[in-house]
């Protein structure tokens, strides 16, 4: 059983940073993918940012130059640094990973979403 915890999130002024972190709990052989989401009332869930395995990183052209995703594989855990954020980034995000089993994969498991707010 593969458990995602993620912590971090909360309210902030517009200029602020909040630092958010998922922790993959559980047997399993390799995370793949490394992902960040993020969604509003109404609203699909968007990729914010991912990172993969091999530390490559893409960002969503609205958080170029303000958010940095990083991972720790000995602690199996992704963070999202935010930076300068703004009242638009007020959404509930979500970490997405992707695990390799013994008997195969990637399997998608998703956290349980942590609340950013910002205020103007």
């Known amino acids: 059983q593969v458990q995602l915890v993620e912590s971090g999130g909360g309210l902030v002024q517009a200029g602020g940073s909040l630092r958010l972190s998922c922790a993959a709990s559980?047997?399993?052989?390799?995370?793949?993918?490394m992902e960040w989401y993020r969604q509003g009332p109404g609203n699909e869930r968007e990729l914010v940012a991912r990172?993969?395995?091999?530390?490559?990183?893409k960002y969503e052209d609205s958080v170029k130059g303000r958010f940095t995703i990083s991972r720790d594989n000995a602690k199996k855990t992704v963070s999202l640094q935010m930076d300068s954020l703004k009242p638009e980034d007020t959404d509930v995000y979500y970490c997405?990973?992707?695990?390799?089993?013994?008997?195969?994969?990637?399997?998608?498991?998703w956290g349980q979403g942590t609340q950013v707010t910002v205020s103007s």
């Open positions: 559980g047997s399993y052989i390799s995370i793949d993918d």
């Open positions: 997405k990973v992707g695990i390799n089993f013994a008997w195969g994969g990637p399997y998608t498991y």
């Open positions: 990172i993969t395995s091999d530390g490559s990183t």
